[in-house]
């Protein structure tokens, strides 16, 4: 439990800290190369799902935090349970990413449009503003800042549907929690397998001996049957 809470702590306080940071520091829409011309901080806010994807209108956004509060009670309560019943550790450790990456968004959603004036690309944010936030209690919205346009460029004609149109990998917009979330659940799949339980390991070990024994009367039978010959010679 001790590892799942450093995981979630870690994940939390990063991705907080980088977050008000860049909503205090960036204008909105603004970027600032991290790695030539493929790696920037770009500051956009969704108010919708992971990688800035949206889920329409006031009542989505609702039900969209609503959602999100729900399921990572549910992923909490899963990882207490796996802590207790004695799951392998890289198994918490892909739940406790999942978990904080999900609590880090929810964090955005809930009080950001509480706390933060708005952005825009010509206005920073204010903390604390005196004439209050930009949005009520669960309409906040996401900031997002990392953006990796890797690759740019036209699809060859001869591919299906999309031939010839502009392309751009990878377009989506993420942060820290974005990046915890799917890092979990790929983490997740990946070690997963199929482990022997003692009935299992128990019933191949009595097949063993049942043939081991099984043998040995046979050769014993064998052995009997080669002496007689000779005792019935003598």
């Not at 600032?32 to 990688?51: K, V």
């Not at 790929?186 to 397998?193: A, G, N, T």
């Amino acid at each position: 439990m001790k590892r799942a809470l450093a995981i979630i702590l870690f994940v939390l306080v990063a991705d907080q800290v980088l977050k008000v940071w860049v909503k205090l520091t960036f204008f909105y829409d603004s970027a600032i190369p991290l790695f030539g011309d493929w790696a920037y901080l770009h500051f956009i806010e969704n108010r919708g799902m992971a990688f800035g994807m949206e889920f329409g209108g006031e009542w989505g956004k609702l039900l969209l935090s609503l959602f999100r509060i729900i399921a990572v009670a549910g992923i909490g309560y899963a990882l207490v349970r796996m802590t207790r019943t004695g799951a392998r550790g890289i198994q918490i450790a892909s739940v406790a990413l999942i978990f904080s990456g999900a609590l880090g968004n929810i964090i955005d959603s809930t009080f950001y449009g509480l706390i933060f004036s708005a952005s825009s690309p010509f206005q920073k944010a204010v903390l604390f503003p005196a004439e209050g936030g930009y949005a009520s209690f669960l309409h906040g919205a996401v900031v997002d800042m990392f953006y990796f346009p890797l690759w740019e460029g036209r699809l060859p004609e001869w591919l299906p549907v999309w031939g010839g149109e502009h392309f751009l990998f990878f377009r989506p917009v993420f942060n820290i929690a974005d990046a915890a979330i799917t890092s979990g659940v790929v983490l997740f799949i990946l070690v997963q397998r199929p482990e022997r339980t003692d009935a299992t390991v128990g019933s191949s070990t009595s097949e063993q001996e049942g043939a081991g024994v099984a043998t040995s009367d046979v050769a014993e039978g064998s052995t009997e049957s080669e002496n007689r010959p000779d005792q019935a010679t003598a």
